[in-house]
């Protein structure tokens, strides 16, 4: 018990951001459309083979959406010709469709998007206060939101703290699709957050709803009910991803991924 006292105090069990945003070499990654390989045959073996919907194919685009992808690794291992793999936990966004990858199918070229928005200047402070919200999700999440506060992590090393009240917050992180048991209770929070206030959406099914989405019972996803500022995707998502989208939200990070793929401009 000594030992590992010693240990933390040291700093010695704290990982650099360089250290925390590497995929360990055991996980998949998040997958990359490599448009010069998508023939139709290949596109729809794709759709058939994701367990989660994450392919879709509509208004001569082919599209992928990391905010369902469940990181399983079937895509690129059965069609690495078609699908890449992108090794990074910075994948935090300001905005939903930065976290869709669309390929247009007449030109056969990925779709160049627009330099991202970046987060609000006054949210940009030295210490930010965060109220987590469990709106109805399967309890992954919020593991992963305890664990950015443990020594490997130390979120408190860059002013993150987790508070109990509402009124004392900076910002709120959310988990889950938002249950209609949980709706109000969400709003109700959020109103007692005093402004400026943010909103971190953390994981696939605050995003998209994930295995929720078109049920009836969840509004499917956070920003189908209060503006968010910040969407982590995961299934659930990292650690080091909530971490990145801390970062990002105070102004101390930058986006990486933009339109779904990594961004030459950052």
């Known amino acids: 018990m000594t030992f590992l006292w010693q240990t933390w105090r040291t700093g010695l069990l704290t990982r650099s951001l360089e250290q925390l945003f590497r995929l360990p070499a055991w996980a998949p990654g998040w997958p990359v459309l490599r448009p010069e390989a998508l023939s139709q045959p290949v596109r729809q073996e794709l759709g058939q083979l994701c367990p989660s919907t994450a392919f879709s194919e509509e208004e001569g685009e082919f599209r992928l959406d990391l905010a369902k992808c469940v990181l399983c690794g079937r895509c690129f291992r059965n069609y690495p010709q078609a699908v890449g793999e992108l090794r990074t936990l910075e ?9 869709v990858q669309r390929v247009d199918l007449a030109t056969g070229s990925l779709v160049e998007p627009t330099p991202p928005p970046p987060t609000r200047a006054e949210l940009h402070l030295p210490t930010l206060a965060f109220r987590h919200v469990s709106a109805g999700n399967t309890g992954l999440d919020d593991t992963e939101v ?9 979120m408190s090393r860059f002013g993150f703290s987790v508070v109990a009240s509402p009124r004392h917050a ?17 709003v109700r929070t959020y109103g007692a957050t005093p402004e400026p206030k943010g909103v971190v959406a953390v994981g696939n099914e605050a995003i998209s709803g994930e295995v929720f989405a078109g049920s009836p019972e969840v509004a499917g996803g956070v920003d189908k009910v209060l503006p ?12 080091a991803s909530i971490l990145h989208g801390l970062l990002l939200l105070s102004g101390q990070a930058r986006q990486v991924l933009v339109g779904g793929v990594l961004w030459v401009g950052r």
């Open 170 to 186: 900076d910002a709120l992180l959310v988990t889950g699709p938002v249950s209609q048991n949980m709706r109000e209770a969400l």
């Open 146 to 154: 305890a664990l950015a506060g443990n020594p490997f992590h130390d």
């Open 91 to 99: 994948v935090a966004v300001t905005r939903r469709e930065d976290l």
């Open 228 to 239: 968010v500022d910040v969407y982590l995707p995961g299934s659930p998502a990292r650690p």
